[in-house]
């Protein structure tokens, strides 16, 4: 593989990690934050789709790509088994944006780094992660600073940086301070960089702290943990490592018991947030049994949320209450997908750990890139069992898979070769590629920007054309019938949540819409009831009654 080739495709894939994470669009769209991030992360997999060798890489007949492609049929599987519409679960809920356009970037962005990059040129995803967790930090101190010269339309500062939330912001620094930290122990580097490193790990935690939530320091402590062994305690006595690793375990065992509100750490690590975690937890795995190997289809945890939640969750948060995620990622799999869905994509992790493993087991030293990627990696996996699945996050995490397998490969495998020279396939597939990468995100995109125009202008019938534009989401339109609701335009109001309705049968905001509209009939309103109570059996509110 041509030198000059690696590079440039190493470059295109962390520049789009670059855009993916720092771009935002405030005050000119309700989502300010993940759909334009998610627009970036399918135009740049358009784009890599047309650059990636797909003949040579399936004749390859690697573990990896197989289970790839199974886990791609699961996906489709997933949506063809859902209710919802298909332009639902291609993408996802609003603000989430995880339906299976998103899954196949992903898998895009894998592959490309995969067949494109060679070791020698990989250390530009770490440089790049290294540029943008700069970035993020310095926006971040202005937020703090209440310095923030952009305008998010709310009256609350919130340190988020440009990930929409302080709960992404917190694992971002989290996972890029662990990475760091495995550079910090590199003696190649000049003590100068490993000042700057360690300055900026420290800065990120205040910040992490600042930012109240737990989940950057709970990556970054399990990214230290693997850094110290593999640093320290790997090339040290056996019993020494035994040693290390009993005091692991006792302290991984105090910090689960002091995060469900036991043991001596309870008052420093217990959020109510694990309380309600829990539920929602409890509330996947219910769906999961109830439907083991088809699930429900992507994205529709929300639809089901209440059918399945506790008696006790229901007292916790309410009956107006929803949760739009397991916020786990693996129970969201199993409850979109089933068992294979899930087992597939674990085999995927499996898979590359392994390799991991495998390669860092015959290395006779302290491998410090390949570990900073390693514990990344390590504390994204961490992470996703506590938190929804977010553009940016995912991104980097396919990002860092793409890395170990490459890095971890022998010496002596071939992954094909590549020009140097401009040829015309070179140039137009790319931009083809990235043509239709426009084509399919400019519908959403569209959407949002003309539905935000049109809630400024206050014309109804504005609103109602951008809101069902596409079909792309029921947000708009049931968005758009609490607007008209409020004003009491009942025409309006009933059109848009009857519009809603065909699109997701299950939606619980537009059928509570339908029953509360004074131009719903008695029979409509009787039918609208018993499918609430089908969808909610625990409120008391739809009880039927003739």
């Known amino acids: 593989m041509a030198q000059g080739s690696t590079k440039s495709g190493n470059t295109l894939a962390a520049r789009a990690l670059l855009l993916i994470t720092i771009v935002i669009l405030p005050s000119a769209a309700l989502d300010p934050t993940q759909l334009p991030k998610f627009a970036v992360l399918v135009v740049a997999a358009g784009a890599m789709a047309f650059s990636i060798k797909w003949k040579a890489l399936w004749k390859s007949k690697d573990t990896i790509n197989v289970i790839l492609a199974i886990y791609l049929l699961c996906l489709v599987f997933t949506v063809i088994n859902g209710e919802r519409s298909f332009a639902l679960q291609l993408y996802g809920n609003f603000s989430r944006n995880t339906g299976l356009l998103f899954h196949l970037s992903l898998m895009i962005l894998f592959l490309y780094l995969v067949s494109q990059v060679q070791k020698s040129t990989i250390e530009i995803i770490l440089k790049y992660l290294y540029f943008v967790w700069s970035f993020e930090i310095f926006y971040s101190l202005l937020q703090i600073g209440k310095l923030d010269p952009l305008d998010w339309g709310i009256d609350e500062a919130r340190i988020e940086g440009t990930l929409g939330n302080p709960n992404f912001l917190s694992a971002f620094l989290g996972m890029a301070s662990v990475a760091a930290l495995a550079e910090v122990f590199n003696v190649h580097k000049s003590r100068r960089l490993r000042l700057f490193l360690t300055i900026g790990i420290s800065i990120s935690l205040l910040i992490v702290i600042a930012s109240d939530s737990i989940q950057g320091l709970g990556v970054f402590l399990v990214g230290a943990v693997v850094i110290t062994y593999l640093r320290f305690i790997r090339f040290t006595p056996i019993s020494l490592q035994y040693l290390y690793a009993i005091a692991v375990c006792i302290a991984a065992t105090t910090a689960v018991l002091g995060f469900t509100q036991r043991g001596p750490l309870a008052t420093l690590l217990y959020q109510e947030s694990i309380t309600f975690r829990g539920d929602y937890w409890r509330a996947g795995l219910a769906m999961v049994a109830d439907r083991p190997l088809n699930g429900f289809g992507l994205d529709t945890y929300q639809d089901w949320y209440r059918s399945y939640r506790s008696a006790e969750a229901f007292e916790r948060r309410g009956a107006d209450f929803y949760a739009d995620s397991a916020h786990n990622l693996f129970i969201d799999l199993a409850a979109s997908g089933g068992l294979p869905l899930l087992l597939?994509?674990?085999?995927?992790?499996?898979?590359?750990?392994l390799r991991a493993v495998k390669y860092l087991s015959s290395q006779k030293e302290y491998s410090p890139s390949f570990t900073a990627i390693f514990v990344a990696w390590l504390g994204s996996i961490?992470?996703?069992?506590?938190?929804?699945?977010?553009?940016a996050l995912a991104a980097w995490f396919w990002a860092l898979t793409a890395s170990l397998v490459v890095l971890s490969e022998n010496d002596s495998k071939s992954r094909g070769s590549h020009s140097n020279s401009i040829s015309i396939r070179n140039f137009f597939g790319p931009l083809v590629g990235t043509l239709i990468g426009i084509g399919l995100i400019i519908v959403p995109v569209a959407k949002e920007l003309s539905f935000t125009r049109a809630i400024k202008a206050g014309e109804p019938r504005l609103m109602m054309a951008a809101a069902e534009f596409g079909n792309t989401s029921t947000h708009y339109l049931n968005y758009a019938a609490n607007l008209f609701a409020k004003?009491?335009?009942?025409?309006?109001?009933?059109?848009a949540a009857q519009k809603s309705l065909k699109l997701n049968p299950r939606d619980y905001a537009a059928l509570k819409l339908i029953y509360l509209n004074p131009l719903t009939s008695d029979e409509d309103k009787f039918q609208t009831r018993l499918k609430l109570r089908e969808i909610d059996p625990l409120d008391d509110m739809w009880k039927v009654q003739r």
């Not at 004003?487 to 059109?495: A, G, K, P, V």
């Open 344 to 353: 597939s994509y674990w085999a995927i992790l499996v898979v590359v750990f």
């Open 487 to 495: 004003s009491n335009l009942e025409n309006y109001w009933l059109e």
């Open 382 to 391: 961490a992470q996703s069992l506590i938190s929804v699945q977010q553009v």
